[in-house]
């Protein structure tokens, strides 16, 4: 790893955890789960990880964003049809993110096809699931189209961004859904912290990945 692309991985590392830490003892500091009133509560609530619009949210926009374009550029500078790939799967994620698709499809399935209230509180759950099916039949595809000329340059993008996008679709979909399965119980908060957190952790490596990949074009064109 190239000394630019270490110092923005172990900066976006330690703001991830830095700010991991202050949700933490924010959190610690609320009187109860149900005090939105005293100092910490409200400092928790302005920087609270899983809230709509919070600083997690626009964190993970920014870096998919920024991601999806180095991608982009790295893709067509060294015409890999892994990079290109990888550029249109962070904009999907950065589409779900800044528009809520899947929670959004969660909420308007049941609403219009009443055979999955029969699922009763877990219909949402069910649409979320069927939500993130359809990003993956977007994004096998993808992953087709690119295998149809795979060589040594998309080996090299490919080792490079593998764990990190792992990582997100655990987070993204499996945490996402037994999140949502122990909403009211007493593992909900450990959960937002894995979601959240790992999305966030993943974000950011993928977009140093990414950086790692535009600065390099010539590793990728040798496939080293």
Known sequence: M???TFVVATTLTSGI???VLVNL???GLRQSPDDWESLAARLYGTFHIG???SIAESFNHGMAFAAAVM???AGTGARSRTCIVMAIIMMIAWFDDSAQYHERVGRLLPQHFPGLRNFGPGASTLAEMLAFLSIGIVCLGLALWAKQRFGPRDRFAL???RWPILLLVACASLVDFVHSALLETSFEQL???LEDGGEMLAMAFLA???LHLVLHLDRIENGS
Do not use: E, I, S
Request: proline letters at 4%; a negative charge; aromatic letters at 16%.
């Open 208 to 210: 140093t990945a990414a």
């Open 191 to 193: 959960f937002l912290y």
């Open 51 to 53: 809230a709509d619009g």
């Open 25 to 27: 003892v924010l959190d």
């Open 2 to 4: 190239d000394r630019p």
């Open 159 to 161: 080792h490079l961004v």
């Open 17 to 19: 955890a830095g700010f």
């Open 71 to 73: 991608f982009l550029a």
